[in-house]
Every structure is written in structure tokens, then in C-alpha cells.
């Protein structure tokens, strides 16, 4: 018998709470559809991700009725490109751009990810022709998520690719100048990218993981920020030690839901079921936020001080509830801060409570990085890369995952309004320092060496 | 060895169940399951005792009504039939709970268990989680059934739905794994 507050607690979730499987996301292998001519390997990539993908929607939609959990989002990712079609020029990596962009939408699945390049070390040829195809992949096709790693703690931070990422970056923005530099929105330039990630634009399969696997994102600020309310309501002096252990329980609930629908929807597509990432990744929609979490902790907004602290707090109670929840949590697991889709921080930042230099304070303890920010159009390709450059520094030394998804907003200044639409919301224009300016210390290039493992103080 | 079930309702006071049970035990008979629970101020408590052979189901009654009456209680006796159940659960079945929220109203849990009986689909357990106080209108009632694998689950859920509309209630029909995975380790 259950107890009627088991069931009562679940459905608030569900109903007031945005409780949600924010997205199932298959995983496919492309190695094998390698091939010199860009129309047979284009033709293979789209035989494979029609068989594996045939039954992904119908199947994700037949679970999430029958526990009564919306799967918001099907999506794919599949092996990073620049390998898996490493022999082809950068035509032929536009054509395959094509090709995932057609197969997805054949798929009925929103977004697919791996248009992808792990360059932390040097750019080899694959890598070369799908960096020189990005920003017409990304500006030309709807579905299609690109991300490139330049940076790793083994491996030390790739300045050259870096440099490359804000070329790119600039160069993409240009190409969808009329609807704000939306085609940035889809690429990520990480350090230590995690290999499972279900959430996009940064999802793609890693080298090492099955031939197909379902990997599941769970999300839930709302869950999160109502837990709190309820709790402080019912004792106002609740300490942070208690808020911490309220949050880590009601992480473990919600990572049970992704756990639960990712291993039905695995066998009954009869693949491996790969890893839940608990991220609480919010929506432009009030009650789905990150920010309102900081709100309900007492501050003020976020970005004020003391916000650091807090968000150290929420990640790290996530990630502990997540990981007790299920042994199989990879991804990024933690809080994300996406400054354009969440409509409490993106307030925040109109206010000026929130800057680019306490954006990337927090960075350091979230889960990810500077996340859809918009910054003033003229910002300079190597002040680009230097904000690039200072991330994945962060990361790489925290021996943690950093990314950024920065739009430069073709012909719009500081304190001006981006709107990118849909889930990924708008936001102002936030200032940046020096913004048009040189950056020689990025123009000397190299590898900035991986750190020293000892003498960790 | 005899099986009886016995059935104990009355206004709730301490020391309902140590009377029963006593007398359950002078009569030398050994209780094997027990349900009991608190409705409001009423009390209610069925019991599936084996009592020695030499023991009547009438002796029995005489003894418990002796015993309960001065505390307002009112049993009913009833002997266990060995033998073919009236009813077999489908082999393949898969728990679900229906959960329905609305104001409250005459005929609401007959309706919706009228279409759950239609589907052969059997009650296992029913509560009715709140009632009236500050908001009239959120009557939460709770059907745990077991659906057999042959119901058409799509005509099922839209029948149930159907009839909730017409009564004004938001029902949800949800895999029983989903509270567990949610609420315990």
C-alpha cells in the first residue's frame, strides 16, 4: 500500500513543480559510416541513425505515459564528427551538417548533437574541416549542435583552437545576424567535455561508448526551489547544513524518475541504458529556474555576494543526492546558469545584479559555464577568446567540466535586448571590459601545458 | 483447525484490540492477519483467525458479542471456505494507481470504479486522502488497481478520462513503480 503523501508529494511535482524528463537521448556510434566520398558516407550516416532512431519517440512517449512523466525532448547524439567523417573537406563536413539535420527531423527529434572536434592537443585534419564548416552548418541548418574541446586537465588548454572558437564564433553570429547571432546558441567550446551528456548543445557520444545507448537528462529547479520554501515555511531557522541535506534528498527523487524511465526506455528499445544526468537546467518559464532556487535561500538575487557560496552549495547537494540515487550518473549533473533561459537570471542581469565577471566567479562551482550569454557585437575575436580562454582555465585547473556558449550580437551594444526564442529564451546585452580591444597575450598561440597533480592548494 | 473472519466496527476508544484479541486467545484461537484502521471517530478491524475444531462459529460469536458490546462494538463472523476462490487475478497484471482531484461530489467514486469494473480491473486498495476542510474543491481520492495486460490501456485511460471530465475532476493514471522510485530507497 502506498501512502497517500507518496503519491500526493508526486503529483505536485508533476503538476506545480515542472517535474519533467527533460530529455531522453540516444547515443549512436558513427564510426562505422566512414567514408572518402561525402555522398556515401552522408548516405550511411543516414541509414544507421534512421535504424537506431526508427522507434525513439513512439517508445519515449508510450513510458512517459504510462508513469505519467512528460519526456519533454527526444534527441541524438551521435560520435564527434570530425572523426567519424574525419577523411572529408570541409564541403563534405557542410553536407553531413545536412544530412543529421534531414535525419532528425525525419527522427521527430528536436535537436541532434556531435557536429563535434576534441582538439586539446592539436587540430588534425577531420578537425580542420569541420571547424572551417561550422558556422554554415549551425547557421544553416535548425536541429543540428555542435562542440568543440579545447581544453582538458590532462591535456592543458589548446590557445590556438581557442583563437579558432571565437573566429568561429564571430563568423556564425555574422551569418545569423538577423535573428541575433542565433546560430551561437547551438555550440559549445568546453574544457573537459563529459562523453554521456543527454543535455544539448554540448551532447555527443564519446569514444568508448556502446555502438548505441540511451542517456537520460533530468532537470527540476522548480522541484528544488519549492522544496526549500516548503521546508523554511515550516521552520524558518533551518540552517544551511539542513537546506543542504533537503535539497540532496529531493536531487536523489528526481534523479529515481530518470533512472526509472531511462532503463524502461533502453530495454525496450533493446540497447544499453547509459547514465541520468540530474542537471537543474532551467526554462524561460517562471517556477523553472535556477535563479528563483537563490531567491528562495535569501538573497537577494543572484549575483549579489554570498552568491557564489550558494550555488556551491545547490551543486554540490544535487550531485550528492544524484549520485546516492543511482549508480549510473554521468553527464554534467550539477546546476546550470544559462543566462538567457532563465527568466530569473536573465532579470538579474538586466538589473546589473549580475555581470560577466560574477558569471564567471560562479562558473568555478556550477556545473557547466557562461552559458547563453549575449554580449555587445563588437567584441573582438581575441577578447573572445581571452573570456574563452579564462573558462577553460577554470575548468582545467578544478579538474571539473567548463563551457561556454557565447552569442555576440551582430550590431547590438551593452545594455541593448537579444532575443533567441523559444527555450532559449532573451536576455540583455551584458558589458564586457575592453571589448573591442587587442588581446596579444591570446594572438602568441600554443598550448598552455596541463597542470601540475600535486602541491594541490 | 477452523478459519473464521471476523469483522469489528464501533467509535474508536482505547482498548478495542486488547478485547478482541483476548478473546481471541481464550477461546485458544490464533490470529493470522489483522487490518485495522481509523475513519474519522469510527473504528474498523477485520481479523482471519484459526480457532481448534471443537470450537462453533455460533460459541465463538457469543463469546466476542459478550465481550465487545460494553465497549460499542459491533462484529460480524464469518467462516473462511476452503476451496475455489470467486475470483482470480489476472496472471499478468501490472499495478497502477488512479488518482482523482476535484470537488467533491454524489456518485464520484461510483462512476470512476464503474468504468474500472467494466475493464474486469480489480481495487486493491482505495483512500479517500482529503475531504472538505479549507479547500472543498480538492477532494483527492486514490483507486491502487491492477490492470491485466490484455485491457486495452489507450480506451481504458480515455474512458476514465471521459467520465472524470463530466464530473470536473484532473485524474492521472500512473505506473505504481514511479511512487516507489520516488519515495523510497
Do not use: W
Request: aromatic content about 4%.
Amino acid at each position: 500500500m502506498l501512502h497517500p503523501q507518496e503519491i500526493l508529494t508526486t503529483l505536485d511535482m508533476l503538476r506545480h513543480e515542472h517535474l519533467d524528463v527533460r530529455t531522453v537521448t540516444l547515443g549512436i556510434n558513427l564510426f562505422d559510416c566512414a567514408r572518402r566520398d561525402p555522398v556515401r558516407a552522408c548516405a550511411a550516416i543516414r541509414r544507421k541513425i534512421r535504424d537506431k532512431a526508427r522507434h525513439l519517440v513512439a517508445v519515449c512517449d508510450e513510458v512517459g505515459d504510462k508513469y505519467g512523466i512528460p519526456v519533454v525532448n527526444k534527441r541524438i547524439a551521435v560520435s564527434p564528427i570530425a572523426a567519424a567523417a574525419a577523411p572529408l573537406d570541409a564541403e563534405g563536413m557542410l553536407q553531413v551538417a545536412h544530412t543529421l539535420d534531414e535525419t532528425a527531423e525525419a527522427s521527430q527529434v528536436d535537436f541532434i548533437g556531435g557536429f563535434s572536434a576534441l582538439v586539446e592537443k592539436g587540430i588534425a585534419a577531420g578537425d580542420q574541416a569541420l571547424m572551417k564548416a561550422l558556422p554554415r552548418a549551425l547557421a544553416e541548418t535548425g536541429r543540428v549542435c555542435a562542440s568543440v574541446n579545447v581544453a582538458s586537465t590532462r591535456a592543458g588548454i589548446n590557445v590556438d583552437a581557442v583563437l579558432r572558437m571565437a573566429e568561429i564564433i564571430k563568423e556564425a553570429a555574422a551569418l545569423t545576424a538577423d535573428a541575433d547571432g542565433l546560430a551561437c546558441a547551438k555550440l559549445c567550446v568546453f574544457a573537459n567535455i563529459p562523453q554521456d551528456v543527454p543535455f544539448m548543445a554540448g551532447a555527443y557520444l564519446g569514444v568508448g561508448e556502446p555502438d548505441a545507448v540511451i542517456n537520460v537528462g533530468v532537470s527540476g529547479p522548480g522541484v528544488v526551489k519549492s522544496a526549500v520554501e516548503r521546508a523554511l515555511a515550516a521552520n524558518p531557522e533551518l540552517d544551511l547544513g539542513r537546506i543542504s541535506e533537503l535539497i540532496k534528498r529531493t536531487a536523489y527523487k528526481v534523479t529515481r524518475v530518470g533512472e526509472l524511465i531511462g532503463r524502461e526506455v533502453a530495454e525496450r528499445l533493446g540497447l544499453r541504458f547509459g547514465v541520468v544526468d540530474l542537471s537543474l537546467a532551467p526554462t524561460p518559464n517562471v517556477g523553472d529556474s535556477v535563479g528563483e532556487i537563490f531567491q528562495s535561500l535569501g538573497l537577494v538575487s543572484i549575483g549579489v555576494p554570498g552568491s557564489t557560496a550558494a550555488l556551491a552549495l545547490l551543486n554540490d547537494a544535487v550531485k550528492k543526492g544524484g549520485a546516492f540515487a543511482s549508480s549510473n550518473v554521468g553527464g554534467l549533473s550539477g546546476a546550470f546558469i544559462p543566462v538567457s533561459e532563465d527568466l530569473n537570471i536573465s532579470e538579474a542581469a538586466r538589473r546589473g545584479d549580475l555581470g560577466l565577471e560574477k558569471l564567471e566567479a560562479l562558473t568555478s562551482v556550477c556545473s557547466v559555464g557562461l552559458d547563453m550569454v549575449a554580449l555587445p557585437g563588437d567584441t573582438s575575436v581575441e577578447t573572445l577568446a581571452g573570456i574563452i580562454a579564462d573558462e577553460m582555465a577554470i575548468g582545467v585547473i578544478n579538474k571539473k567540466t567548463t563551457a561556454c556558449r557565447l552569442i555576440p550580437v551582430p550590431g547590438k551594444a551593452a545594455g541593448d535586448h537579444a532575443r533567441f526564442g523559444g527555450l532559449l529564451g532573451e536576455s540583455v546585452i551584458l558589458p564586457v571590459n575592453h571589448a573591442a580591444g587587442p588581446n596579444p597575450f591570446i594572438r602568441r598561440g600554443g598550448l598552455i601545458p596541463a597542470p601540475i597533480q600535486s602541491l594541490v592548494n | 483447525m477452523n478459519k473464521v473472519i471476523i469483522s469489528v466496527l464501533g467509535q474508536d476508544r482505547p482498548g478495542i484490540i486488547a478485547a478482541v484479541s483476548d478473546l481471541i486467545f481464550r477461546q485458544d484461537g490464533n490470529i493470522e492477519n489483522v487490518s485495522q484502521t481509523i475513519l474519522q471517530s469510527e473504528f474498523s478491524a477485520i481479523f482471519i483467525v484459526s480457532l481448534p475444531r471443537s470450537l462453533s462459529l455460533e460459541q465463538l460469536r457469543a463469546a466476542l458479542q459478550a465481550g465487545l458490546e460494553p465497549l460499542g462494538q459491533h462484529i460480524h463472523v464469518k467462516p473462511v471456505l476452503p476451496g475455489t476462490p470467486a475470483y482470480v487475478p489476472a496472471p499478468d497484471r501490472e499495478p497502477f494507481v488512479i488518482t482523482t482531484r476535484g470537488p467533491d461530489r454524489k456518485g464520484l467514486v461510483a462512476r470512476i470504479t464503474a468504468v474500472i469494473a467494466r475493464y474486469g480491473i480489480n481495487v486493491t486498495n482505495l483512500q479517500a486522502v482529503f475531504k472538505g476542510g479549507d479547500a472543498p474543491g480538492d477532494n483527492v481520492m486514490i483507486y491502487e488497481v491492477d490492470i491485466p495486460a490484455d485491457v486495452d490501456q489507450k480506451r481504458l485511460r480515455r474512458d476514465l478520462r471521459a467520465e472524470a471530465d463530466a464530473l470536473d475532476l484532473e485524474l492521472s493514471i500512473q505506473h505504481r513503480h514511479i511512487f516507489e522510485a520516488l519515495n523510497r530507497i
